[in-house]
């Protein structure tokens, strides 16, 4: 990991739903300003793992967690939840913007961490959505409801809404997965534009996906106990041209999976 | 073969006809009750009906106003009581309460409704009433519409907190993820995105709560006070009207339906008719929001 | 904070519209977190009370109940009078015998509607003839018949069974009039009910050649009876509630109906008073509250028992499904 600051890092970390192990000592370090993905085969806990990042599964019952994930150094079970998830954004597989206009999407994270200013909030709404290549299609159309939107419209408004609070990191699980080809390629291009300002870790079942936009990639691995490994982090390119696991080479491959 | 097929064909019928009984009931209900009102509403008038203040039937005059009034007071006052307390208890359960704790209040908002209106009468009259008497307003006896608003607030909650559960808990998850993973508290998220999501079926719950509030009769006859007089403020304090005493369009028929005849027995099932359309027009209302909830 | 934020810090007071200092987020976070503190403490407040009230209402009849309930108050019949002299025996008989006789009327009724509603008109269903047209009208029956208020039958069984059809005030009257209002209950559970059996029970019937009535007798119904069971208790606990419609239909005589086996016919246009209607002369033409609050006793008494068998009912039937599953 040369030249690059560590962003988030996790430390031994197992995670059970109940009696069930879902990921076993993960340990890995995330790079600033950077794209990471997480690719692997279906039910190996690779959204399990991200939703680690701002603690989603505090949400599930019966989930709890062993070993430490680190933010900046911070251990963020010691973070208050809301703090953490401020700093950390996500996006979610299927777009879910709430039942309210544009605007009040765009404006949601900044209104719950308490800034009331009109002009303040116009502004942000603007540059959220010229951030997420959406300000063009929408400019005239703020009041208009989210849910009206197209399928990929409606994943860039998601992403100009994560934005809008300025967090650090922004997780993405599978963001591509219900968008046709061509709403997929925008959000590929913004994803490798968005690095600039933030760290980002995105979950995705498309190897291509993951060869395409991120810097660093890690590969999941579970076998018929379900808990799943991490087999393997490095940069994507020695990832996808010449891994060190036998189990790796043959998911890039495509002999299962 | 030939009869296992006409048995089956017969029974078919059969269930048919028996599935057909609501409808035909709803016919008869509608004809039955217009039919003995129309006498009232053809030597009295539907208008002077509606807007007459004395009802005294000894001297044939009926004008339901008072009684409108009342129903309409006493569901304004439930619904003032009832909603805040319904919805926190939805929100609560829905929301915040832990299983073992929700183990224990759901089923007690079930028992709750469950509980016959005649001892939510009882224990308004002996509980309720003389604790409303203690306030310090001359004329004010107890019984009336405070006392009646409150029993009726217990009685539509399991109504209310019901339906808004349901609607709280038919909200997406992802609304909820969403909000949380943008760094909302779990009571912004609630505020902010599950109850504008829900709020059609909150309100349809709401709107049947207040069909309840009108329907009840036998806890309104025994709180209420029963005073056929259009009621009026005790005092200048208008909040005092709920001090005074009243009567309910179902109060009225129950009341003097077992002796009733002629014109009088006539325009018992006028104001029937009248209450009906009004809980219809209630009810209906209602149904759309829930189906515009659905779509 | 680390360096690592100090300079994101610095870049975006430059190019950002708004960024929260550290400080600033920690003080509105606070805030919010108090906010929340002090609202869900009202929601507890809420859910507690609703369950205080409940304690409440029943603790208080019990305890004032207990006080009157005996042997003989529940074994002597009532005497009238101004003081309400007697017991309250007439009362639990005319009770049971009023609740036989409504679900005699309307389980059959209600079973077969729902059992057309879900297993024959589910046939219609996309088809845009008369037929599709009568299902809607007939769940649009059903539907309002739900939330036509208590007093509205009252006076509909008052002016058709009544006077109308000359019964009286009499159990035949009440049952009728009481039937019409837990018809749609148990329609209802019943399609609720029908739902929950699997297709492949019905496939697997019509497979080896059975009509669709056996197959609806055999197979379906008996899948479907925990919660068609249900409904039915639900509508004993309605019926032994509901005042208002045998108020207008069944009269109020205290005395002992006769025998439903030996004496039908009398039994049928005899008149009544249910527990609820007895509660409800006591408190209000009576001076006896002690009596009245003896007879709430036995009302909630009754109530909480039928919940516990709905409750036990729909706890067998889910696990019934889940051992299917």
């Given at each position: 990991m040369t030249g690059s600051e560590i962003k988030l890092e996790t430390q031994n970390f197992d995670l059970y739903y109940g009696n069930f192990q879902a990921l076993d000592d993960i340990s890995l370090q995330i790079p600033a300003n950077q794209v990471t993905a997480i690719i692997g085969p279906s039910g190996c806990g690779k959204s399990t793992f991200l939703r680690a990042f701002n603690r989603m599964n505090d949400l599930i019952p019966g989930v709890h967690t062993d070993g430490e994930i680190s933010m900046e150094g911070e251990n963020i079970f010691n973070m208050d939840v809301v703090a953490l998830r401020r700093r950390v954004g996500m996006v979610f597989q299927r777009p879910n913007p709430f039942p309210k206009s544009i605007y009040d999407n765009v404006t949601y994270g900044p209104r719950v961490n308490g800034l009331r200013d009109r002009d303040k909030l116009d502004e942000i709404a603007e540059r959220s959505l010229r951030g997420a290549a959406l300000w063009d299609e929408v400019k005239d159309d703020l009041g208009k409801s989210g849910l009206a939107l197209s399928g990929g419209q409606q994943q860039r408004l998601c992403i100009a809404r994560a934005l809008a609070v300025e967090p650090d990191v922004i997780l993405m699980d599978e963001p591509a997965s219900a968008l046709d080809p061509i709403a997929t390629l925008r959000i590929e291009e913004l994803i490798r534009e968005l690095k600039e300002d933030y760290t980002i870790v995105i979950v995705t079942h498309n190897m291509q996906q993951a060869g395409r936009v991120s810097d660093y990639t890690a590969f999941f691995y579970t076998d018929e106990s379900r808990t799943g490994i991490l087999v393997e982090f490095d940069n994507t390119k020695k990832i996808f041209t010449n891994p060190s696991d036998q189990r790796t080479e043959d998911y890039i491959t495509g002999r299962f999976g | 073969m030939k009869l296992t097929y006409l048995v089956d064909r017969s029974i078919k019928y059969i269930l048919l006809v028996c599935a057909l009984l609501s409808v035909f009931i709803l016919f008869l209900i509608a004809v039955f009750t217009l039919r003995e009102g129309l006498e009232a509403f053809q030597t009295i008038g539907v208008g002077q009906m509606l807007s007459g203040t004395v009802w005294r039937p000894g001297q044939d005059q009926y004008g339901i106003l008072a009684m409108i009034l009342g129903s309409v007071l006493v569901t304004i006052g439930a619904i003032a009581i009832g909603v805040p307390f319904a919805l926190g208890c939805a929100i609560f359960l829905a929301e915040v309460a832990p299983d073992n704790v929700r183990a224990i209040v759901r089923p007690a908002v079930e028992l709750l409704a469950g509980i016959p209106s005649v001892v939510y009468g009882l224990v308004g009259m002996v509980v309720l009433v003389p604790m409303v008497r203690q306030i310090p307003v001359p004329g004010n006896s107890g019984y009336g519409l405070l006392s009646a608003s409150i029993v009726l607030a217990v009685m539509i909650l399991p109504t209310i907190t019901n339906i808004a559960e349901d609607a709280i808990r038919a909200v997406p998850q992802s609304y909820r993820e969403g909000a949380f993973a943008l760094g909302s508290t779990h009571w912004q998220t609630i505020t902010g995105v599950i109850l504008p999501a829900a709020r059609s079926g909150i309100i349809a719950g709401i709107i049947l709560g207040v069909g309840r509030a009108l329907g009840e009769t036998m806890a309104m006859i025994m709180v209420i006070g029963n005073s056929v007089v259009l009621p009026k403020p005790l005092n200048d304090n208008p909040i005092t009207i709920f001090l005074r005493q009243a009567r309910t369009l179902t109060g009225n028929i129950a009341v003097e339906i077992g002796y009733a005849t002629g014109v009088h027995e006539s325009a018992l099932f006028a104001t029937g008719v009248i209450l009906f359309m009004l809980i219809m027009l209630v009810n209906i209302a209602a149904r759309m929001l829930m189906k515009e909830r659905h779509a | 904070m680390n360096e690592e934020s100090e300079e994101t810090m610095v870049n975006t007071t430059q190019d950002v519209a708004w960024q929260q200092t550290q400080s600033e987020a920690e003080a509105h976070l606070a805030k919010r977190r108090l906010t929340e503190k002090i609202a869900f403490g009202v929601l507890w407040a809420a859910g507690a009370v609703a369950v205080l009230v409940l304690i409440a209402v029943v603790g208080y009849v019990l305890l004032e109940g207990a006080q009157v309930i005996d042997w003989a108050f529940l074994t002597t019949r009532p005497k009238g009078g101004l003081s309400g002299e007697g017991g309250m025996s007439t009362t639990i008989v005319a009770t049971i015998y009023l609740v036989g006789l409504t679900i005699l009327i309307a389980a059959p009724l209600g079973v077969g509607a729902g059992i057309y509603l879900v297993e024959y008109a589910g046939e219609m269903?996309?088809?845009?003839?008369?037929?599709?047209?009568?299902?809607?009208?007939?769940?649009?029956?059903?539907?309002?018949?739900?939330?036509?208020?208590?007093?509205?039958?009252?006076?509909?069984?008052?002016?058709?069974?009544?006077?109308?059809?000359?019964?009286?005030?009499?159990?035949?009257?009440?049952?009728?009039?009481?039937a019409c209002l837990v018809l749609p209950v148990i329609i209802r559970t019943t399609e609720e009910a029908l739902l929950t059996v699997p297709r492949p029970y019905r496939e697997g019937s019509l497979a080896l050649g059975a009509t669709q009535w056996q197959t609806n007798w055999r197979v379906v119904l008996p899948a479907a009876m925990p919660g068609i069971i249900t409904g039915v208790v639900l509508s004993v606990g309605r019926i032994v509630s509901e005042t208002a419609v045998f108020y207008v239909t069944l009269g109020g005589s205290y005395y002992m109906p006769p025998s439903p086996i030996l004496h039908f016919r009398d039994f049928l246009t005899s008149g009544g008073r249910t527990m609820a209607l007895h509660l409800y002369y006591l408190a209000n033409d009576t001076a006896a509250f002690d009596k009245a609050m003896g007879t709430g006793a036995v009302l909630v008494v009754s109530i909480i028992l039928i919940n516990l068998a709905i409750n036990y009912l729909s706890h067998r039937l889910n696990q019934s499904m889940r051992g299917e599953a």
């Open positions: - | - | 269903q996309g088809t845009s003839g008369w037929q599709a047209h009568l299902i809607s009208v007939i769940r649009f029956g059903v539907e309002t018949l739900a939330g036509v208020p208590s007093i509205i039958f009252g006076l509909f069984g008052y002016a058709l069974f009544v006077t109308t059809m000359k019964f009286g005030f009499s159990m035949i009257a009440a049952a009728l009039s009481g």
